[in-house]
């Protein structure tokens, strides 16, 4: 225990930061800082967002869409930057009043839909297309089930184990411990499923592994928060299996780059807005550079 225990006063106030890595950001209300048109592009989805976890899924599905034959799918990705506080932005909070990303504009309908949340993301454009989403209505709430079991436990390893071992301008041993055996406890569900299935619905690909792939993959695959090691992450073998199968399709390494800020800059393509970007980024990656502000 600390030697400097917390006693919680009878009314919480704001009256200073929190510390750490977002405190900069952090606040406890709602609503624009700014007024701030958001850009918009030539495609008929505008893709507002960063390369996070959150954000992969949505540029991952995108890129499945157009890998499989769905041109309709084309989109602009913008950059926001959560750092500097985009998500404030008039523009951005018009669109996701919750100011986080991913936040998509769909204007291909005769009145643009705005959609916010990555699992609405992928629901939605799951059914507009008709893809990564089964029919059958037991498959159906198979993947459903594993896609917002995704989005209910996300937060206990970015919010809750990452932001205390990694972005916590102190570390206490009580947080990390209860977070760390709760994200160990949901890589024993993924492997507990995995060893019996070769995707997450335990029919096809689906919107269920672009989901789960970003923050369950990061963990085992590439080492999220450095923290590989302290999890133990070899020990899920079966998760290791399913990471290395996604990791290895060429439209996931497409969108795990897109609105990328962070990593080695051949893996950064921080806007995206028209297939031969990607081009550009080999082109950049053989030659040593980086493009697109990289």
Not at 81 to 99: C, E, L, M, R, Y
Request: proline share 5%; charged share 20%.
């Amino acid at each position: 225990m600390s030697d400097k225990e917390y006693t919680p006063p009878k009314v919480w106030t704001w009256d200073k930061e929190s510390g750490g890595r977002f405190a900069a950001i952090n606040r406890p209300i709602a609503g624009p800082t700014h007024d701030k048109e958001l850009p918009v592009g030539k495609h008929p989805f505008q893709l507002y967002s960063l390369g996070t976890p959150n954000g992969q899924k949505v540029t991952i599905m995108f890129e499945e869409l157009l890998a499989a034959g769905h041109s309709g799918a084309e989109y602009d990705a913008w950059l926001i930057n959560i750092g500097q506080g985009d998500q404030f932005g008039s523009g951005f909070v018009a669109i996701n009043p919750n100011s986080k990303i991913p936040a998509l504009l769909d204007r291909s309908e005769k009145k643009p839909v705005r959609i916010f949340e990555s699992g609405a993301i992928l629901v939605y454009l799951a059914e507009k297309f008709g893809a990564f989403l089964p029919t059958n209505r037991a498959a159906r709430a198979e993947c459903l089930s594993w896609l917002f079991w995704q989005m209910g436990s996300a937060p206990f390893l970015g919010g809750g184990f990452g932001h205390f071992y990694a972005y916590a301008p102190e570390k206490y041993e009580y947080p990390i411990n209860r977070y760390a055996m709760e994200v160990k406890r949901q890589l024993d569900v993924l492997d507990r499923r995995l060893a019996e299935v070769e995707f997450i619905d335990g029919n096809a690909y689906s919107i269920a592994d672009m989901a789960i792939w970003p923050w369950y993959g990061g963990v085992v695959k590439s080492n999220s928060y450095g923290a590989a090691e302290f999890l133990s992450v070899h020990e899920y073998k079966h998760v290791n299996r399913w990471a290395e199968q996604i990791a290895a399709r060429p439209a996931v390494q497409r969108g795990r780059i897109v609105n990328r800020t962070q990593g080695e800059l051949s893996a950064q393509l921080h806007e995206r807005h028209d297939a031969s970007d990607f081009d550009t980024k080999t082109q950049d990656k053989i030659g040593g550079q980086s493009a697109a502000g990289g």
